[in-house]
Each structure stands twice: as structure tokens, then as C-alpha cells.
């Protein structure tokens, strides 16, 4: 990250000071990298739950219990996922709590509440309504499982084709510096005139505005869109 702050100060300043003025850009932008990583996280958590419930239900029409179905579909999700996975995490935690006689429905509340995954409190929810009910589990299990799995694909679709919206976005915010570094590796000393005086300063500092506006604006566009998917 503080590369990223060390080339926009270069090039947009070219001095200590510049370096100055971009540590709290700089700042913004590492709570955003990490943001990121959380989201993103929680993204594959959905798509790794989805593959467990999809286990779950076929263990169970194997006339498995559901407890032993949630024991059972670890070792798919080591395949499909590894070990270290966030899904494999989960049914640890969960294959531990049924050892100590703790009810499954408990084990996905929590699962749920600390994931803060809509589908999988849904589950959760909709789990424990059936276990208290004594309805149909398999039925209602297929059915919840059914409608979770569809939205969850319908919003890996969505994501999908907004990845290719995303890529754009980020070639355009490199753009700029990657035609400065050009220049200023192509035509030495082209741009000098806007480096250590005051209008150069000013110029380039309205620049900078101007592309962090921009660059603020279309974040808060995929930020509208992707929070509508969580």
C-alpha cells in the first residue's frame, strides 16, 4: 500500500511533502483494501455454504440425520474448498458443539450470527422453525435449500457480470499514472513545468481532486450495487 501512495506522490508531486499530502489518501485507501478483503470473504463464505447445504441435503436423502449429514459434508468441502477453508472452519466448529450435545440448530444460529450472511441466518431461521414444528425435515430442508441456492446463484451471476464493470473501472484509474510514467520515461523532463513551483503545484494538486472525486464517485456506485447483493 505504501507503494501505491509513493508512486501517486511522485507522480503528482514529486517530493517528500507530496508523500505527506498523500498519507491520508493513503489511509482511506488501506481501510478500503481491507473492507475489500472482508467482503470478499464473505462472498466465497456464501458460496461455500452453498455447496454445504447442497451436501447436507443430498447426505440427508441418503437417510442420513441432519446431524450426521453436517458431519458428513466436511469432507467434501476439504475437496472442494481445502482444509483451511472458512466452511470447513464452520463444520469444525459445529462437528465439535454435537460431540457436547449442543442442538445443531443453536450451532447454525450462531454460525449465521457471526457470519452476518443473510442466506445463512435464513437457513438458520427456517431450520430451526422446523425442528421446534417437527414438520417434514427433508421436505422443508429441500425447499429452504431450494430458494437459498437461487439467490445465492442469481447473485454470483450478477457479481460475475459486474467483475467485468469492475476491471474496466481499474484500468481507468491506472490510466493516469501509467500515461505520466510513460512520459516521463519517453520524453524526460516534459513535465517539469508542473513540478516544484506554485502553479505547477496548484494544477496538479486540482488534479489530484478532480481524480480522487472521480475515483470516490465510481466506488460508490459498485458500493450501491453490491450492497443491494448482500
Known amino acids: 500500500m505504501a507503494v501505491i501512495v509513493a508512486i501517486m506522490a511522485y507522480c503528482f508531486y514529486r517530493s517528500v511533502f507530496g508523500f505527506l499530502v498523500m498519507a491520508l489518501p493513503g489511509v482511506i485507501l488501506f481501510k478500503k483494501i481491507e473492507h475489500d478483503k472482508l467482503k470478499k470473504r464473505k462472498s466465497d463464505l456464501k458460496t461455500e455454504f452453498k455447496e454445504c447445504i447442497q451436501s447436507v441435503l443430498a447426505s440427508m436423502g ?77 421436505e422443508i430442508m429441500d425447499m429452504a435449500v431450494s430458494s437459498i441456492v437461487g439467490r445465492i446463484e442469481t447473485d454470483e451471476e450478477i457479481k460475475l457480470n459486474l467483475s467485468g464493470k469492475r476491471l474496466e473501472f481499474n484500468i481507468m484509474k491506472a490510466m493516469p499514472f501509467l500515461m505520466l510514467i510513460y512520459m516521463n520515461i519517453g520524453y524526460p523532463g516534459y513535465f517539469d513545468p508542473l513540478y516544484h513551483n506554485f502553479s505547477g503545484v496548484l494544477i496538479m494538486t486540482v488534479s489530484l481532486v478532480i481524480y480522487l472525486a472521480a475515483y470516490v464517485w465510481g466506488e460508490s456506485i459498485f458500493y450501491r450495487i453490491e450492497r443491494e447483493l448482500e
Open 62 to 138: 441418503a437417510g442420513m440425520s441432519v446431524e450426521n449429514a453436517f458431519m458428513e459434508s466436511m469432507e467434501d468441502m476439504e475437496l472442494m474448498f481445502g482444509r483451511d477453508s472458512d466452511i470447513c472452519r464452520e463444520l469444525e466448529m459445529i462437528k465439535r458443539g454435537l460431540v457436547i450435545n449442543i442442538p445443531v440448530e443453536e450451532l447454525l444460529r450462531d454460525f449465521g450470527d457471526r457470519s452476518d450472511c443473510s442466506e445463512i441466518r435464513e437457513f438458520a431461521e427456517v431450520f430451526g422453525i422446523a425442528k421446534r414444528t417437527g414438520g417434514n425435515m427433508k
